[in-house]
């Protein structure tokens, strides 16, 4: 089936006893059981669920895995994933990642004997020269927040080298844009917070993959940890894949035009967008992605002057996320990447000027409208 069509169908059927179309919310803890181990193949809600099944098996057709897990959070799925990681293994980690990856990684993960190293990988053969051994290859790209890009499918053959677990984090692009699996990654994991859902209205993560031994451990974990999604934010983001296929080129059209006033404005030092000819990863998107996506950096040099731009702004709300369908604005250095030390987000370039923008779907003239008036102020 095509991707539009996997969107609004995958995983999805008629209600067997009422044939509603839409998957129902089974709002229900556990199963009435026959007589001792005789059911219907299903015993308590932790385990399973016809909603959160349903997600599972409409995300794993959009990103071409066997399976899918989801989680209460993206960082869920993310400790999840990481929980294939033994103690006094080492991982390796894209060097500009999501704040909370960080943090979980260096001051949660890192007390159970697991090795986090974070290397540049947005030039593939200079991280492999510098990678060493590890068991887990951990990767965004484009990052958060510099919008680094990284080469899936020369990454993914220095993981296979070391038979080593190669994940990436996709959401940014979300599978309309970009399939990792398709490109060499053995997981994939999203924040379905995001773009998947759309709406800025449910919490969650999933972790799709590629291979049966990958699949037959974290649905151990997913029922043994017990991190789950709710059965009505499972709904809330079928719900919001079914229009993930209209959603996205709108979000990226307005994101290229919203780009490139922001590169107009002579008050802005510099704007991060892969969609440009001459960002260093242009070339490489191009080649392993649809699209560019709607997520923009810009440095205005100072807190200050990124301040009174934010003040300012009416349209773009201010506030953490990304990915739904109005469009927010962030400061990292205060939000998604506060967890760093200055110094931390000072070797990465993520400076106090720097803001991030995740451009939503209103119409485009008056986002740029918003952000000239809001741009005024300094």
Known sequence: MGFATDCIHAGQEPDPTTG?????????????????????GYEYGRTHNLTRRALEKNLAALEAGSDAYCFAS????????????????????????????????????????????????????????????????WIETPTNPLMKVCDIAALAAVARKRGAVFVVDNTFMS????????????????????????????????????????????????????????????????????????????????????????????KIARVYWPGFTDHPGHAIQKRQASGFGALISFDLGSREAANR??????????????????TLISHPATMTHAGYSQAERDALGIGDGLIRISVGCEDAADLIADLAQGLAAV
């Open 20 to 40: 509603a179309i839409i998957t129902p919310i089974y709002q229900t803890s556990t199963y009435v059981q026959q007589g001792i181990g005789e059911h219907k």
């Open 74 to 137: 993206g960082l869920a799925a993310t400790q999840a994933v990481l929980s294939l990681v033994r103690q006094g293994e080492r991982v390796v980690v894209s060097d500009n990642v999501y704040g909370g990856t960080w943090r979980l990684f260096t001051k949660i993960l890192s007390r159970y004997g697991i090795l986090f190293d974070f290397i540049d990988a947005s030039d593939a053969t200079a991280f492999e020269a510098q990678a060493g051994d590890f068991a887990l290859l």
């Open 175 to 266: 599978p309309f844009f970009q399939r990792p699996l398709e490109l060499g990654a053995d997981i994939v994991v999203h924040s379905t917070t995001k773009f998947l859902n759309g709406h800025s209205d449910s919490i969650g993560g999933v972790a799709v993959v590629k291979h049966a031994a990958h699949a037959d451990w974290l649905r151990y974990v997913q029922n043994a940890a017990g991190a789950i999604l709710s059965p009505f934010d499972a709904w809330l983001v079928l719900r919001g894949t079914k229009t993930l296929a209209l959603r996205m080129p709108r979000h990226e059209e307005n994101g290229r035009l919203i780009a490139q006033f922001l590169r107009d404005q002579k």
């Open 309 to 326: 731009v934010l003040r300012k702004l009416r349209l773009c709300s201010l506030g953490e996320s990304l990915g739904g369908i109005e």
